[in-house]
C-alpha cells in the first residue's frame, strides 16, 4: 500500500528511500498469521507463547534487538515489534520467553514532564 506512494513519489523527483519494514498478514480460517522484518541467518529464535496452542510469535535477535517477529493469533505482539524495528530497544531471549513481561516494556520510555523539569 505504501509502497507505490513511495514509488510515485520517487518518479516525480523527490529521491525519498522506502523505510517501511516488510510486512504481511493473512487470516486462514480462525487464525492470523502475521510477519514484520527481516532475519538474516545468524539471528537467534526465539519463540515466545505455545505453539500447541496455536497462540505464538517468533522472534529474530541480532545484537540485542528485534529484527524480525512472525505470528500465529498474536497481532498484538507484532503492532509493539514494528515499532520497535525503528527504536532503539534491547531485547534478550529471556525477557522475550517471560510472557510476564509486557513487550511494550522494550521500548526506551520518553522522559515525563516532570523528569524533565528536575
Not at 539471528?43 to 500447541?52: A, F, K, W, Y
Not at 524480525?68 to 525503528?86: E, H, M, S, Y
Request: charge should be neutral; hydrophobic fraction near 40%; glycine fraction near 4%.
Amino acid at each position: 500500500m505504501h509502497h507505490g506512494i513511495s514509488a510515485a513519489k520517487n518518479m516525480l523527483g523527490t529521491a525519498e528511500p522506502f523505510r517501511e519494514p516488510h510486512w504481511f498478514w493473512s487470516d486462514q480460517y480462525d487464525h492470523t498469521l502475521q510477519q514484520v522484518g527481516r532475519a538474516e541467518p545468524g539471528d537467534e529464535l526465539v519463540v515466545r507463547g505455545s505453539m500447541d496452542d496455536l497462540s505464538f510469535s517468533a522472534f529474530s535477535l541480532r545484537d540485542s534487538r528485534i529484527t524480525k517477529v512472525i505470528a500465529l493469533n498474536r497481532p498484538k505482539d507484532v503492532l509493539v515489534a514494528r515499532r520497535l524495528l525503528f527504536s532503539e530497544h534491547t531485547a534478550t531471549k529471556d525477557v522475550l520467553l517471560d510472557e510476564s513481561v509486557p513487550l511494550n516494556r522494550l521500548a526506551p520510555r520518553r522522559p515525563t514532564a516532570r523528569a524533565e523539569a528536575s
